[in-house]
């Protein structure tokens, strides 16, 4: 087996060990070793990575794996049996997991202990952390639980591990999200939070975590789905989001304090210009539609080349066109060589005339047989002319 020394110390950022097999696959090798401070994927927590050294023969180890009681490097290199090798973590990410890790845990303890939530999923993504509760909370109780979360942290409580035989646990209340089958368990606890089956590596006491920000949550499976990042990770977001709110104040002329007033309001004016914009579609389409019936009417085909009509007023526009002539009404929008359609007529099925008007003129699209829509790779000269001939 392999010795975990993320067990004895979770901050162990280099180590020794031995080389006890060395295995190529179709992803590189699976290395071996007798001990190892590099954690497995397990626990919704993906596996750690860094480098394995020996002599002037560095290998980067990709991904780790728990396969029966040994822990799998999968590495870049091979590295040869019975060889001593430096074992480097990428620490900083270790540690970043480590935070939102031992973060999701407070949460999960406090929703459990506050709410009577039973955590049932977890999932640490490159993103973010999503964890899933088996009933529904609202928002001003995901409010509650992020305040009484960072609490926890504030309080820099300490974290402590511990490995319980069966027997000792049938005595002990604490969570896990499955049923426990192994002989031993391992607890760790958060004074005054939470105790709970876990073989991830965690931080040393809660002040470590930093900050633990709920990003959001949803509804899921007859509970919810909370969003979150702890520590750096949360910070980084963070950060990013106040990017983002400084480009909106530039833009907005307006200070960080006030950007939501200014937004709301530019969303009123918004909404302002579109009711204008489709009071000027419609009558612009009435105008059109009162010319057609004095230009076009009893013609075989009508085509249209606009650009400034909105879907509903084009719409109007060449159904009322259809009625006009004897074939098809067909309004573009677009530039040459990319033009938007559609098509109707009360005269001709239009469905089985599809794929001839697609391939005259380099389109895709279709529709029902009164209508159909899609788009044209070709000059408006190639549109006028093939309208120009009846179609039967």
Known sequence: MTEKLYYIDSHMSEFDAIVLSCVQNEKGYEIILDKSAFFPEGGGQPGDIGKLAFLDIVSDVKDCFQRDRFIVHLCSRPLPEGAKVHGTLDFDLRFSRMQNHSGEHIVSGIAHSVYGCNNVGFHMGSEEVTLDFDREIDESQITRLETLANEAV???????????TKDELEKIDFRSKKEIEDDAVRLVKIEGYDLCACCAPHVS????????????FMKYKGGVRIRMLCGRDALAHYKKSMESIKDISIALSAKYPEVSGAVARMCDEMNICRQQKEKLCRELAQRMIDSLKKEHDGNDNIVIFNDLLDQKSRLLLINAGAAICKGVCAVFAGKEFGYTYVMASENIDLKSKAHDINTALNGKGGGSSSMISGTLSCTKEMIISYFAQKIK
């Open 205 to 216: 006491r809660s002040g470590e975590i930093g900050i633990i920000k709920i990003l959001g």
């Open 154 to 164: 504030w309080k820099n409580v300490p974290f402590t591990c511990a490995v319980y």
